[in-house]
């Protein structure tokens, strides 16, 4: 489970490269280039990247509304040029151009997500029992923010997957607000792993701001879900610094966020804090920090020129590929 210097390195590489692409996205919506929408994950990170980079290509990811999946798809292998296209509309998109959203990829099992929040639950565990049939190790993640874990839909997925020992791991992103609401003001208790402890299932918190305890305790359930242990739940406390979604107010309850209250959540960006660490430890030098910035915002600049240039959707019969498997 130790990682070595160089996996170190890529987990790096792929936080800033989720969070150049975030970047972008938020400014090609503020600039009118791109018309659908964008839910930004910056400050969250760590959780995707922990939990997906060292994933086997059989390894199922059902990914979020947040920052649109990128945190999980993207260190998995997934195309960032045709995750612009999507939101481009563009018929190289990953769902042909016509959600604009979800990045679907199925030989990278990147299953996308439902639009209603916390349906996944019930998608996610229901690929469990396929993972399971077919015997061969595969695991499923399933990542849904704090608000979400209140659905009952969540605990009718959990008992099942308890009571058949399912291979799948719950990944609560919990960044203190469902969508603009405290999730102090939704929740009786003060972790939702807690919630684990009812279906007699491992729930464990870690700080999601840390990219190397998310990848162990994911690593851990992983290891035991891959055994026939089961499901688990596990609590990444982190937090979001842009509003739930772009062109909306940053609302906490019925405060505006302050600039202030942001830019002290940010003394624990994550980014910053793996990135003195790699620096301190002489893994990376203050040189290879700079170069990996300047390459994560060309490659993201550059797939951008290119998903622009795809040709857009101007045959609805498009649908019937994008909708239906051969």
Known sequence: MKLTNEQMKKLYVNMVRVRKLDELMVKLLET????TFWHSAQGQEAIGVGACTFLRKGDYIYGSHRGHGITKVLPKGISVRELIAEHYCRTTGLCCGISGHHPIKMELRAMGLSALLGMDFGMATGTAIVAKMDGKGDVVLCFQGDGTFARGTFHECMIMAASWRLPIIYICEANQL????PTSDIFPMKNVADLAFGYQVPGVVVDGQDVVVVYEAVQTAID???SGEGPSLIECKTF?????AEGIPNISGVKIRTKEEIDALKERDPIKLFREKLLGKGILSQAEVEEIDRKAKEEMEEADRLAFADPPID???ILERALYAD
């Open 224 to 226: 035991r879900a891959r």
């Open 240 to 244: 979001r610094y842009r509003s739930h």
């Open 315 to 317: 045959n609805l019969a």
């Open 32 to 35: 009118g280039k791109v018309g």
């Open 178 to 181: 469902s969508m603009t609401s």
